[in-house]
Antibody, heavy 118, light 107 residues
Framework: VQLLESGGGLVQPGGSLRLSCAASGFIFSSYAMSWVRQAPGKGLEWVSGISDSGGSTYYADSVKGRFTISRDNSKNTLYLQMNSLRAEDTAVFYC????????????WGQGTLVTVSS | DIQLTQSPSSLSASVGDRVTITCRASQSISNYLNWYQQKAGKAPKFLIFVASSLQNGVPSRFSGSGSGTDFTLTISSLQPEDFATYYCQQSYSSPWTFGQGTKVEIK
């Protein structure tokens, strides 16, 4: 199993960024996926999740209405569109595979850093 | 949202020590409690699911127990590679939430 995030970088407050997570080594379309973030020096925070088909999506209150999770099962890729970014969104963003038990993250990518600053 | 409180926030221990970390949930979560290990600069690693089941490949010195609101992670004999931060996480109800972490440092 490999998960490889990309798309992080420096963005100004109010700006947008799209993260990608390329998956390999498993049947991507059979698993729900999530994004989890970690602010510098802080703990882990679940951000968003999506069902295996993409038909159901879930968000933390802190990002609801600003972030959109999606997936392309033909490309084995997970996405996170982030709009109206704030300084408090600065974090390493990890994509994680949901195991057969919902909300249990058995494999993680290496993370991509998003910095929101002027 | 379900709050998870870990204790202690940090601890110092020696190689060979027995280490116990506790995680308390703000409401009953049955056994829907997972544990992760995170080393500095690295992604979290999945250790234990449904409170006491060891993920494949995790050494048997790690064990978990508990149900309802109180859970523990035990390392029976601390090894040099175990110095890390440990997080509990509930998978009982969305939004999935994590404890604040327990940092295990070398004494």
């Amino acid at each position: 199993v490999q998960l490889l995030e990309s798309g992080g970088g420096l963005v100004q407050p109010g700006g947008s960024l799209r993260l990608s997570c390329a998956a390999s080594g498993f049947i991507f379309s059979s698993y729900a996926m999530s994004w989890v973030r970690q602010a510098p020096g802080k703990g882990l925070e679940w951000v968003s999740g999506i069902s295996d088909s993409g038909g159901s999506t879930y968000y933390a209150d802190s990002v609801k209405g600003r972030f959109t999770i999606s997936r392309d099962n033909s490309k084995n890729t997970l996405y996170l569109q982030m709009n109206s970014l704030r300084a408090e969104d600065t974090a390493v963003f990890y994509c994680a595979r949901d195991s057969s038990t919902s909300g249990t993250f058995d494999f993680w990518g290496q993370g991509t850093l998003v910095t929101v600053s002027s | 949202d379900i709050q998870l409180t870990q204790s202690p926030s940090s601890l110092s221990a020696s190689v060979g020590d027995r280490v116990t970390i506790t995680c308390r949930a703000s409401q009953s979560i049955s056994n829907y409690l997972n544990w992760y290990q995170q080393k500095a600069g690295k992604a979290p690693k999945f250790l234990i699911f449904v409170a006491s089941s060891l993920q494949n490949g995790v050494p048997s010195r790690f064990s978990g127990s508990g149900s309802g609101t109180d859970f523990t992670l035990t390392i029976s004999s601390l090894q040099p590679e175990d110095f890390a931060t440990y997080y509990c996480q509930q998978s009982y109800s969305s939004p999935w939430t994590f404890g604040q972490g327990t940092k295990v440092e070398i004494k």
